[in-house]
């Protein structure tokens, strides 16, 4: 690989070394290594219950890992101070599946949330940057105003995007964006990804287990199974993978059809 550009595009952004993760006696991930270039959009994707989720939640602290080191933007998550921590933290957002917003506020409120903790923001400020992310995320001028229950659920994952904007992330994480989306609403959804990257030179991480968003979206794959980051590669390496999940995942009858491939010959 080059190395990075003036821009920083392609240094390493996240970095994992050795992740363990175990909930009792059951390990979900052992010697797991990851790295993320900035400026990338990296898919996760797996079989169910691999630790995608948990992967992603381990990169951000909400886990706390049996062993190895994540090292985010630079800093190794789990050595930093409490000050240094909420610093870091400002730098990237996480979208998780269903939005997770509080239902008892509106959506302008949920974007506002983080930027609460902006020392010096007037309220008119928080309230006129909140309504930016509203609009960047896709969502009309009057969903500001309305409550969680009031949305589909497309417009619910945009207002979840949205708060995970708010601090002007420089790494986004999206956890099954996709997820319950009809056609329509995912391929908005996948070209809302992709805009948002490129206007505001995003890296995004993403687990997901739609394939049409690992074709339209995803610069690099990374494969979890047997407790590890198996391979990591963009969809035409994948597809040369010898691996049985590989395999069946990548040149299944979905994946040929996402990828506007014609059907194997037996
Ligand atoms: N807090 C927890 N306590 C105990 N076990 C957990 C906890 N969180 C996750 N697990 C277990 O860890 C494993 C991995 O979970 P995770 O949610 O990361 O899987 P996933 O790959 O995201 O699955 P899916 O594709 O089905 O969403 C699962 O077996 C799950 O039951």
Wanted: proline residues 5%; glycine residues 10%; negative net charge.
């Amino acid at each position: 690989m080059s190395g990075p550009d003036e821009k920083g595009q392609g240094e390493t952004v996240i970095e994992v070394r050795g992740l363990v993760n175990r909930f009792g006696t059951h390990v979900v991930h052992d010697g797991l290594d990851l790295d993320v270039r900035r400026g990338e959009i990296l898919g996760i994707v797996g079989g169910s219950g691999t630790g995608k989720s948990v992967l992603l939640r381990a990169i951000v602290g909400l886990i706390r890992p049996a062993a190895g080191t994540v090292k985010v933007l630079g800093s190794v998550i789990g050595d930093l101070d409490a000050e240094s921590r909420a610093a870091l933290e400002r730098r990237w957002g996480f979208m998780f599946q269903n939005g997770a917003l509080f239902s008892s506020m509106t959506v302008c409120e949920n974007v506002e949330v983080p930027l609460r903790a902006v020392p010096g923001l007037s309220e008119a400020d928080r309230v006129a940057l909140a309504q930016l992310k509203v609009s960047m995320a896709g969502l009309p001028w009057n969903a500001n105003g309305k409550y969680p229950a009031d949305l589909s659920g497309g417009m619910r994952k945009r207002a979840g995007i949205a708060r995970a904007l708010a601090l002007d992330p420089e790494i986004v994480f999206l956890d099954e964006p996709t997820a319950g989306l009809d056609p329509i609403g995912a391929d908005e959804f996948d070209r809302l990804i992709l805009r948002l990257r490129d206007a505001l030179n995003l890296t995004v991480v993403l687990v997901t287990h739609d394939l049409d968003t690992l074709h339209a979206c995803c610069d690099r794959i990374a494969v979890l199974a047997e407790k590890k980051v198996l391979v990591t590669g963009t969809i035409a390496e994948l597809m040369r993978v010898d691996h049985p999940w590989v395999r069946e995942y990548f040149h299944g009858p979905r994946a040929h059809a996402a990828f506007h491939l014609e059907p194997e010959s037996e």
